[in-house]
């Protein structure tokens, strides 16, 4: 038996012996531990899953839509103010009414030693490289109005700039007394039992070099003032004043009544978040509203045009921002702001009279009451309509402090079509006062880190229709319909583009650029606003019709939940990008 036992041992198992051959081709796995395309190893229901998402999770105070912090219904949107900020004005109204309220975005405060800022003082001394590049820009700039004038069948009126500067060097000027002026300035008398002055009332302000009143402008360049200022409390300390005294006096609301309201905030697209969140704190904890809505300007241009998709062009007084928008979201890559507006028209058209001969020669653009007559007179006289550039006589009304009115007579030629394109021609410009520097002294390297981000955001000089091609490229990625589809639905808001026949030269400009021409661009068209709707409004108007959709019931925040979870909520209530 323990032989057998032995043979079994030595005889080997039959094994049969098959060939297998694979069903399908095995898939060539890579040396990863990542799931591989097309097998789901990891269950739909956590992909999907909305916990830490919603704020019933987490959030103390106040749920999204609460009726705590929402607009009351009965009132029908008479206890929602809109609030949009700007370097020189500040816009407000219910959102009830179909326009806002405009006042100056300004201060006039009592100082102990004050010196003088002339921000708008136009400079003399420059250096040669500078003047050289200002006379190329001069010069082209004239060639561009030759060639308007020529493709439009326009004469150019022979020997106009001699007869212009005759008339005006022998200029008869008229003293009107008050009681002959309809629209004679009440100037302000100061008290030295007010410590500040804000709106019209500031500008209206006789300051002198002796005077301890300071006029001061919180909102510079499209973000905080931190060249004027000494710190962000100060800052922020004005900017309570200015929309506290102005939602009192334009919208006769009173202080106390502040908590039963509720406000839509406007920002620009590029406002740094550190920023924003001073001012959310501010509305919510010292100003008491119940409630508040971040939303960015471009957005609100989109809702006030009646559009989805465009390329929103937001000339201010200090700044232009351009933005892409496609289907109510902002494209981030395509945010460009570039540090010339309306007030670079303003200085511009200045230089031009005053090297015409203008009468009213001790004219001087540090005062707001003579900056206030350049501006009224570029509104009035500018326009980049070819027919109506001729040798024309104007009269305008000079108002100093406490002296009578002189009347002026003014001869104007090309000066009227020349000044609005310093925006394509940014090099007639005088960018030395340009340079963003801080006075603050920062206890902390975050806030210097914060300013110079907020310096290298923005473009000194760039020409707009350049800009605006270049934003457009960096949004459609090649996609030609993209391509077409900006090109033609570009928007113009703000009050630095009101000047007549300006989207037509615009629309010209942006077709001859270089990167529309290898874009294979044929057509650029800028859309009207809607309704005859003012394009300085636009964004208010927007910010108003966003109010008082459903979706908008969601992102109210209010002073709990703020003071609980602070800027989170922006990420959960706010469509900022």
Same mark, same amino acid.
């Given at each position: 038996?323990?032989?057998? *036992?032995?043979?079994?041992?030595?005889?080997?198992?039959?094994?049969?012996?098959?060939?297998?051959?694979?069903?399908?081709?095995?898939?060539?796995?890579?040396?990863?531990?990542?799931?591989?395309?097309?097998?789901? +190893?990891?269950?739909?229901?956590?992909?999907?899953?909305?916990?830490?998402?919603?704020?019933? &999770?987490?959030?103390?105070?106040?749920?999204?839509?609460?009726?705590?912090?929402?607009?009351?219904?009965?009132?029908?949107?008479? %206890?929602?103010?809109?609030?949009?900020?700007?370097?020189?004005?500040?816009?407000?109204?219910?959102?009830?009414?179909?326009?806002?309220?405009?006042?100056?975005?300004?201060?006039?405060?009592?100082?102990?030693? $004050? &010196?003088?800022?002339?921000?708008?003082? +136009?400079?003399?001394?420059?250096? !040669?490289?500078?003047?050289?590049?200002?006379?190329?820009?001069?010069?082209?700039?004239?060639?561009?109005?030759?060639?308007?004038?020529?493709?439009?069948?326009? /004469?150019?009126?022979?020997?106009?700039?001699?007869?212009?500067?005759?008339?005006?060097?022998?200029?008869?000027?008229?003293?009107?007394?008050?009681?002959? %002026?309809?629209?004679?300035? !009440?100037?302000?008398?100061?008290?030295?039992?007010?410590?500040?002055?804000?709106?019209?009332?500031?500008?209206?302000?006789?300051?002198?070099?002796?005077?301890?009143?300071?006029?001061?402008?919180?909102?510079?360049?499209? $973000?905080?003032?931190?060249?004027?200022?000494?710190?962000?409390?100060?800052?922020?300390?004005?900017?309570?004043?200015?929309?506290?005294?102005?939602?009192?006096?334009?919208?006769?609301?009173?202080?106390?009544?502040?908590?039963?309201?509720?406000?839509?905030?406007?920002?620009?697209?590029?406002?740094?978040?550190?920023?924003?969140?001073? #001012?959310?704190?501010?509305?919510?904890?010292?100003?008491?509203? /119940?409630?508040?809505?971040?939303?960015?300007?471009?957005?609100?241009?989109?809702?006030?045009?009646?559009?989805?998709?465009?390329?929103?062009?937001?000339?201010?007084?200090?700044?232009?921002?351009? &933005?892409?928008?496609?289907?109510?979201?902002?494209?981030?890559?395509?945010?460009?702001?570039?540090?010339?507006?309306? =007030?670079? *028209?303003?200085?511009?058209?200045?230089?031009?009279?005053?090297?015409?001969?203008?009468?009213?020669?001790?004219?001087?653009?540090?005062?707001?009451?003579?900056?206030?007559?350049?501006?009224?007179?570029? !509104?009035?006289?500018?326009?980049?309509?070819?027919?109506?550039?001729?040798?024309?006589?104007? =009269?305008?009304?000079? /108002?100093?402090?406490? @002296?009578?009115?002189?009347?002026?007579?003014?001869?104007?030629?090309?000066?009227?079509?020349?000044?609005?394109?310093?925006?394509?021609?940014? =090099?007639?410009?005088?960018?030395?006062?340009?340079?963003?520097?801080?006075?603050?002294?920062?206890?902390?390297?975050?806030?210097?880190? #914060?300013? &110079?981000?907020?310096?290298?955001?923005?473009?000194?000089?760039?020409? *707009?229709?350049?800009?605006?091609?270049?934003?457009? #490229?960096?949004?459609?990625?090649?996609? !030609?319909? @993209? #391509?077409?589809?900006?090109?033609?639905?570009?928007?113009?808001?703000?009050?630095?583009?009101?000047?007549?026949?300006?989207?037509?030269?615009?629309?010209?400009?942006?077709?001859?650029?270089?990167?529309?021409?290898?874009?294979?661009?044929?057509?650029?068209?800028?859309?009207?606003?809607?309704?005859?709707?003012?394009?300085?409004?636009?964004?208010?108007?927007?910010?108003?019709?966003?109010?008082?959709?459903?979706?908008?019931? %969601?992102?109210?925040?209010?002073?709990?939940?703020?003071?609980?979870?602070?800027?989170?909520?922006?990420?959960?209530?706010?469509?900022?990008?």
């Amino acid at each position: 038996m323990t032989s057998a *036992i032995i043979n079994n041992e030595k005889e080997p198992p039959t094994v049969v012996k098959q060939d297998i051959q694979p069903n399908r081709p095995q898939p060539h796995f890579k040396y990863t531990t990542f799931p591989v395309k097309g097998y789901n +190893i990891l269950p739909t229901r956590n992909i999907t899953s909305t916990f830490a998402r919603n704020d019933t &999770t987490y959030f103390p105070g106040s749920k999204a839509g609460a009726e705590e912090i929402s607009p009351d219904p009965e009132e029908e949107w008479r %206890d929602t103010i809109i609030i949009h900020p700007g370097s020189r004005n500040l816009r407000l109204g219910f959102a009830s009414e179909a326009f806002p309220k405009s006042v100056p975005h300004v201060i006039a405060r009592r100082f102990i030693n $004050t &010196t003088q800022n002339n921000d708008m003082e +136009i400079t003399t001394s420059e250096t !040669e490289e500078v003047e050289e590049k200002r006379l190329e820009a001069l010069h082209e700039i004239k060639g561009e109005l030759k060639w308007r004038m020529k493709n439009a069948k326009r /004469r150019a009126v022979p020997n106009a700039e001699a007869q212009v500067i005759g008339f005006n060097t022998t200029a008869f000027k008229e003293t009107i007394l008050d009681h002959n %002026d309809p629209y004679k300035v !009440e100037w302000t008398e100061p008290s030295s039992d007010v410590e500040y002055y804000v709106g019209e009332k500031a500008l209206n302000l006789p300051i002198s070099k002796e005077s301890p009143y300071r006029i001061l402008y919180p909102w510079k360049y499209g $973000t905080f003032n931190h060249e004027d200022y000494t710190s962000l409390n100060a800052l922020l300390s004005d900017i309570e004043a200015i929309w506290t005294e102005s939602i009192i006096s334009e919208l006769q609301v009173e202080r106390s009544d502040f908590k039963n309201y509720n406000v839509v905030i406007v920002v620009p697209d590029t406002f740094h978040q550190t920023y924003l969140c001073e #001012l959310v704190t501010m509305l919510l904890r010292y100003m008491d509203f /119940r409630g508040i809505i971040i939303q960015q300007e471009s957005t609100c241009a989109t809702y006030g045009a009646g559009v989805s998709s465009a390329v929103v062009v937001d000339i201010g007084a200090q700044k232009t921002n351009i &933005t892409c928008i496609e289907d109510g979201v902002v494209q981030v890559d395509s945010r460009i702001s570039i540090a010339i507006g309306g =007030d670079d *028209i303003t200085k511009t058209f200045a230089s031009f009279l005053l090297a015409n001969k203008f009468p009213y020669e001790n004219i001087d653009l540090s005062t707001p009451f003579d900056w206030k007559l350049v501006e009224e007179l570029k !509104e009035k006289w500018c326009t980049m309509n070819e027919a109506d550039i001729s040798v024309q006589v104007y =009269d305008f009304f000079a /108002r100093t402090p406490f @002296k009578p009115t002189l009347k002026y007579q003014c001869k104007v030629y090309d000066e009227v079509f020349l000044a609005p394109l310093c925006l394509v021609y940014p =090099d007639i410009l005088d960018n030395k006062k340009k340079v963003l520097k801080s006075s603050w002294t920062p206890t902390d390297d975050k806030i210097h880190i #914060l300013i &110079t981000l907020i310096q290298s955001k923005m473009y000194q000089s760039y020409p *707009i229709d350049i800009a605006i091609a270049q934003s457009i #490229l960096n949004t459609a990625n090649g996609s !030609e319909e @993209k #391509l077409k589809r900006y090109f033609t639905s570009i928007i113009l808001v703000g009050g630095g583009g009101k000047i007549a026949n300006f989207s037509k030269v615009l629309e010209d400009r942006v077709l001859s650029t270089e990167l529309a021409q290898r874009a294979f661009i044929d057509r650029v068209e800028v859309l009207p606003a809607p309704r005859e709707l003012d394009p300085e409004v636009l964004v208010w108007k927007g910010a108003s019709v966003m109010a008082k959709l459903d979706i908008a019931k %969601d992102m109210w925040i209010g002073a709990k939940e703020w003071e609980q979870v602070g800027a989170r909520l922006l990420r959960e209530r706010a469509l900022l990008m």
